[in-house]
Nanobody
Framework: QVQLVESGGGLVQPGGSLRLSCAAS????????MGWYRQAPGNQRELVAI???????NYADSVKGRFTISGDNAKRTVYLQMNSLKPEDTAVYYC??????????WGQGTQVTVSS
């Protein structure tokens, strides 16, 4: 079992920045990759960025060049640095982990609102 706790969401003006954190506990040594997803009202949950245990990253086209995913293995934490935020980035952001056995875990989500 892996537990994920997100933090760092909030209200920010367009063009501003936020950093989300996702702390893993439990059997976190079994994690193969971790990622950030988001879901806006009326929309399906979509991939934002993922990072593998080896450090390989992948981003949605809509956030490339603005968002950066990184990980701290010692702290068992994954971060999402979000810059140049736009109103369309408004959503609940979820952290997800996938273990080497294929087990999937989700965090509870953190709200990000981009508005003037």
């Amino acid at each position: 079992q892996v537990q994920l706790v997100e933090s760092g969401g909030g209200l920010v003006q367009p063009g501003g920045s936020l950093r989300l954190s996702c702390a893993a506990s439990g059997r976190s040594f079994s994690i193969y990759n971790m990622g950030w997803y988001r879901q806006a009202p009326g929309n399906q949950r979509e991939l934002v960025a993922i990072i593998t245990r080896a450090g390989t990253t992948n981003y949605a086209d809509s956030v490339k060049g603005r968002f950066t995913i990184s990980g701290d293995n010692a702290k068992r934490t994954v971060y999402l640095q979000m810059n140049s935020l736009k109103p369309e980035d408004t959503a609940v952001y979820y952290c997800k982990s996938v273990s080497v056995t294929g087990s999937v875990y989700w965090g509870q989500g953190t709200q990000v609102t981009v508005s003037s």
